[in-house]
């Protein structure tokens, strides 16, 4: 069988059987955005882990080695603010063609140690390595959250309201301009491109969110927003009605959208990367969640409701229509 038939998700199903021999300490294991540990005290530790594959997550012709070390660690924060966490303590392996200068390695480690700075990560470890091809960089990020206020993507309930932080489709308008040099005014391009090039994880956003009854299941937004709902609809075995409508797009991705030939819905459902955090908040709480985020000056917008399962993922159309979402997001495996 080759892995494109079973698609990376598939993959991970195929693996992770029998893979935890003493549950008395694992609040959650694979499935989440983060595994949730046991440790003394009042709260719980989170642990996760992400990769960055020269060729496939970044190319070294469009990104800084500052950007490639700032990013490693950003995906990775953003795994634990996905569970409403603050993360804590690090370790970096990298694996290094062997015509690499120093002080290109020197300057990825510049772009780490930035972020990790503004987020108080401690880099404790690491492990380095001779690549016969791409650079590859993974971190393993420990992370705390207070007992009982992780929120999981298995938390979602028909009638929930379902939110995302911030803009959609930003990254992927960013990663266009770079790949197709499609042309736009310079601040929409200088925007774009940072938000692909270095997202910003929400790390206050999240802890705000888990500490703020009625926020049911949280998730960041890694592979477009089809397959985070995806995720969110089978771990919590609901469906997800989107309202094309109200999806946030800053104006000038939508005009690129529309100059690239995709259309903008393209880019949200399957672009990815955008780091936001995708929530669902039970009805009777969106009065004061959303004071909350107000008050904290947090952008979110309302973007669907979450439905019986039966009803699957679909959209409804600017015309009115609905329509099942058939697009799958990023997937490593997908032909
Ligand atoms: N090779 C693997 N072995 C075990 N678990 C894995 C593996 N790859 C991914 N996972 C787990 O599968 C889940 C989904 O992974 P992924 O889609 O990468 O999450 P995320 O988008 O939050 O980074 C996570 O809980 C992750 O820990
Ligand atoms: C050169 C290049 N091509 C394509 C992309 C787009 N891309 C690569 S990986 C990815 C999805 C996110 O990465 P993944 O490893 O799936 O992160 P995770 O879901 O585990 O957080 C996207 C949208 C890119 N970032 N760079
Ligand atoms: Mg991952
Ligand atoms: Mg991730
Ligand atoms: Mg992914």
Redesign the pocket.
């Known amino acids: 069988m080759n892995l494109s038939q079973v698609g ?2 598939g ?2 199903n195929l ?2 059987k029998k ?1 935890i021999h003493s549950p008395a300490g694992v609040i959650a ?7 949730v540990l046991q440790c003394p005290g009042d709260c719980w530790q989170l642990f ?3 990769m960055m594959v020269e060729g496939i997550h970044f190319r070294l012709d469009w990104s800084a080695y500052f950007d490639v070390g700032y990013k490693a660690l950003a ?1 990775n924060i953003s ?1 634990i603010a ?1 569970m409403g966490g603050r993360p804590s303590h690090g370790v970096v392996s990298i694996a290094i063609p062997g015509h690499t200068r120093v002080e290109d390695v020197a300057e990825l480690y510049r772009g780490l140690k930035e972020i990790a700075g503004k987020h108080k990560v401690n880099l404790v470890g690491g492990d380095t390595v001779k690549s016969p091809g791409p650079l590859v960089v993974n971190i393993a990020l420990l992370g705390e959250v207070t007992a009982g206020r992780a929120v999981f993507r298995s938390g979602a309930r028909p009638g929930d309201t379902i939110y995302t932080t911030g803009n959609l489709g930003t990254a992927a308008a960013g990663l266009y301009l770079l790949s197709q040099n499609g042309v736009c005014p310079p601040e929409l391009r200088d925007r774009v491109i940072r938000a692909h090039l270095r997202p910003e994880p929400r790390v206050s956003e999240g802890i705000l969110l888990g500490s703020l009854e009625g926020v049911a299941a949280l ?2 937004n ?2 477009g927003l089809a397959a ?1 709902l995806r ?1 969110i609809c089978r771990a919590s075995s609901v469906g997800c009605l989107v309202w094309e409508k109200a999806l946030p797009v800053l104006p000038g991705v939508r005009q690129l959208a529309s100059q690239a030939g995709t259309g903008v819905l393209d880019w949200v459902m399957n672009g990815g990367e955008d780091y936001e955090l995708l929530f669902t908040l039970r009805p009777d709480r969106r009065k004061p969640v959303e004071e909350a985020l107000h008050e904290a000056g947090i952008p979110f917008t309302a973007i669907g409701v979450v439905v019986p399962e039966p009803e699957g993922l679909s959209v409804e159309r600017c015309d009115g229509t609905r329509e099942i979402i058939a697009m799958q997001g990023y997937n490593h495996f997908a032909e």
């Open positions: 990376e998700f993959l991970i693996l992770n893979m294991g694979i499935g989440d955005d983060a595994a996760t882990t992400d995906v795994d996905a998730d960041d890694s592979d985070e995720e």
